[in-house]
């Protein structure tokens, strides 16, 4: 922290002059009591850096070259700092579940790594700001993905809904089973007949789903432009650590 301090404070003490002997040198006459004030108004000429007094430049070019010196020398460390906050055993082993768990949230970490919930928030502030992960709100849900190109805006929606393990049998269910109907859903899996629909109708304003009527039933059957999507978050959701 001392080097630190002295390397702003030596930044300072050079710039200043550097910065100073920078701007344009005007020469202006003198106007004494004897010659009153100079009525022509502004300088009479602008010099070139090349014409200014030799102390000026001198003074320009070792504050430059003291500047050149101190990051040279100085910015192993700054880099060398970096690079410690953003390597960390637990920071590490954060990312590698996130990766692999794409929608997993802290209180998912927490349970399955073993890490003390502070931590975690600590650490995926950390990922957060170096840009290694996204977060998105969902509900009272804060969902954590990688930040990178693999997941679009629907895989996001389709990782949340792979979060409960009833709406993913469902949705698997369809995806095995296209034009699968409310009823059977039920029967398949035991599951009371409104919870069916409550999770259904979530995935179908979701744009997961989309159903055909026949009858008196609803057939459902998953979006077409979503298919590939869907299969990728299965393949990922199965190889869970």
Known sequence: MNKLRFVFLFLILV?????AGANEYEVVPYT???RGMYEGGGADTTLS????????????????????IVFYKFLPLFLGRIKRKCTNPNRDKILSYIVVNPGNTIADIEKDLGLNRSSIRHH???????NKISIVKKCK?????????NYTGIEQKIAFAMRNSTRKSILTSIVQNPGITNQEIT???????????????????EELI???NDGKF?????????????EKILIMSETEI
């Open 187 to 205: 029967e398949t899996f035991d599951i009371d007949k409104s919870t069916v629909h409550w999770h259904i109708s979530d995935m179908y304003n």
């Open 15 to 19: 710039c200043n002059p550097t910065f």
């Open 210 to 212: 989309d159903f055909d």
């Open 49 to 68: 850096f090349s014409e200014l007094p030799l102390s000026l430049q001198i003074v320009y070019i070792s504050g430059l070259l003291g500047v050149s």
């Open 32 to 34: 004494g009591p004897e």
């Open 124 to 130: 995926v502030r950390m990922l957060h700001l170096y």
């Open 141 to 149: 849900f804060t969902l954590l993905f990688e930040n990178s190109d």
């Open 218 to 230: 609803k057939r459902y059957f998953l979006k077409p432009s979503i298919e590939k999507n869907v």
